[in-house]
């Protein structure tokens, strides 16, 4: 019943859908992490039932070896017994001839009830060893399916940690799209562009009554040129 049992709980954890877990899982990884767990202490207890088992057979093996050797030594003891009585019964000794005989029948029940003892053990055996080759297999499938589960794990860990590393640069390049610095350059150029626009505007101020100036000294010119001419005629003289 134990050996059913186990049998059973190692097919179920050999079946079990890792994937179809996992769609079900609030936090896969965390789930993942305590199916390893459980796998591996599942595979502690089903290796030492497997263990147990496999001791059981040997013990069967040896006891069912046993009872062959012994039944061997009886049939060796009667067909001694059954020389020896040959022999004196040859040599006229009856008697003794008829002891070794019977000794002979005693070895041979002896070897008859060996032999049957040793038969009782082999359907043991051989239905225990199909059960210790099906437990072999099942911890053997445990055992690949715990790999799965940790590769499975490893995996999740590795793409969780992949994404977070995607998430906090798409952060750092959104951080630097709201606090660009180029934006900052771009601001003290056109702050040095209008400054650079009032210097010229300053020169072309400064220009413009440069301008003004030198046309008031042509016309200070022309109002002088008029009095001189004024003069000449008062004085009867020609400026020509």
Do not use: C
Not at 58 to 67: G, K
Request: aromatic share 2%.
């Amino acid at each position: 019943m134990a050996q059913q049992s186990l049998l059973g709980r190692v097919g179920q954890l050999v079946r079990a859908n890792i994937n179809a877990l996992l769609d079900q899982a609030e936090d896969p990884q965390k789930m993942l992490d305590q199916m390893v767990r459980d796998y591996t202490a599942a595979i502690r207890e089903a290796e030492q039932s497997v263990a147990q088992t496999i001791g059981d057979l040997r013990l069967m093996e040896d006891d069912h070896a046993e009872a062959v050797a012994t039944a061997k030594e009886w049939g060796g003891k009667a067909a001694a017994a059954s020389r020896k009585a040959d022999s004196l019964r040859a040599e006229g000794n009856a008697t003794e001839a008829d002891r070794f005989d019977q000794l002979a029948r005693v070895a041979l029940q002896r070897q008859i009830d060996a032999e049957n003892h040793a038969k009782g053990f082999e359907p043991q055996i051989a239905s225990r060893t199909e059960v210790v080759e099906k437990l072999k297999t099942g911890l053997e499938g445990m055992r690949r399916k715990l790999e799965e589960l940790k590769s499975k794990r490893d995996e999740l860990v590795a793409r969780s940690r992949m994404a977070a590393a995607q998430s906090q640069v798409h952060d750092a390049v959104k951080a630097v799209d709201l606090l660009d610095p180029t934006s900052e350059v771009s601001r003290f150029e056109e702050k040095v562009r209008r400054e650079e626009a009032r210097v010229r505007g300053q020169e072309e101020l400064a220009a413009s009554s440069l301008d003004a100036q030198f046309e008031a000294l042509e016309a200070d010119g022309d109002v002088t040129e008029v009095e001189l001419r004024l003069a000449a005629l008062k004085g009867g003289t020609s400026t020509d």
